[in-house]
């Protein structure tokens, strides 16, 4: 999909139209102190695009079809594996005392525990602090005790849209999600996990689309 | 600013010209299907809008002028001030734990420091846990003595782009950034701080621009 820009006397003219619909070519080749010949490219431009419509022996007014600001049809183009980062990964085995070394080492707010290969939990720096606040033996206690299990993990897969991966972490007031795949252990369906989109992987994409690239 | 979307059979015609320019409008019409006519307004949008350019005697070009996907454009209209949220902040006396219980009950990632209403500092859920798994006793610290001092704050102030709040979150490597105001006390130049902008508020604009409005 393309997105194409209006010109400022274009903007000029959707405004007038908007203010005093129905108006004629005259009406606003007088308003813009030019010729109705001069008009006529813009005029074209914006009816062909349906954004103004013309009425024979009435004048153009503004159509209500949502033909335009169509910002978020070029947003759902943009899909999850566009997107995603490599996930942090540790055993339920570990303790939390090494598991939030993990965290520091590689500069992340969310750790995804794996048993086997398959995904079955998460813990978040938050969680972290709540337990290092308490009275727990981080150094006893295995991650796997005190971290998020499925099913109650909100993820995603990397076909669905990076749209809806930032819904899912508003909704879910969560800082990142895992990027999953389905596996089959036996007739089990199960999941592994390929990848993480946080909201750090949505300020980057918005810092990307507003590059003057 | 609006933003107007090409139709399926523009977007085809621009992918033609593309492959093989310069290309006719007979050629193009024979690989459509259709005739010389009904691609007369298609034509006329894509020139006068200057996707492509009419070459006389030589046939259509793809222009190379970055008049489209000026996604960017609209990116960089949108204000700190229309994303911004409330800080949290508290006194630098506070100490680590009261700071930690703020935090919480606050359900934020970063804590404002002032002292006399002016910000003189920041600290991190990361700055946080860091201390929690050290030796201070986190019941006697003030959060002053933790805290990333003013100069080494990253700032933004209501009338800065989103797009520059962005940035500076993602080179700083940082979660929330301070909105700022100046303050005088006599000729020292001071900030207040009027709000913040975190990823979260950078991923909810994000989702309210993805909406189906």
Chains 1, 2 share one sequence.
Do not use: W
């Amino acid at each position: 999909m393309s997105i194409i820009k209006l010109s400022p006397r274009q903007e000029q003219i959707i405004k007038l139209v908007k203010e005093t619909e129905p108006i004629t070519s005259e009406q606003l080749a007088s308003k813009l102190s030019v010729t109705r010949a001069a008009l006529r490219p813009d005029l074209a431009i914006l009816t062909m695009t349906g954004i103004l419509e013309a009425k024979p022996k009435v004048g153009y007014v503004y159509s209500q079809r949502p033909s335009h600001s169509l910002i978020y049809d070029y947003i759902r183009t943009i899909k999850v594996k566009d997107i995603m980062s490599k996930p942090v990964v540790v055993d339920e085995n570990t303790t939390v005392y090494d598991a939030i070394v993990h965290l520091f080492l590689n500069d992340v707010g969310t750790l995804f525990i794996e048993n086997n290969g398959l995904l079955i939990g998460a813990v978040s720096r938050k969680d972290f602090l709540k337990i290092a606040m308490g009275g727990t033996d981080i150094h006893k206690v295995p991650v796997g005790i005190i971290m998020t299990r499925m099913p109650n993990i909100v993820f995603v897969e990397k076909e669905d849209a990076a749209y809806l991966a930032a819904l899912k972490i508003m909704e879910h007031e969560v800082d990142s999600l895992p990027v999953v795949e389905k596996a089959y252990i036996g007739t089990k369906e199960s999941i592994k996990i390929v990848g993480k989109v946080s909201k750090t992987n949505i300020t980057r994409l918005f810092v990307k689309m507003g590059e003057n690239s």
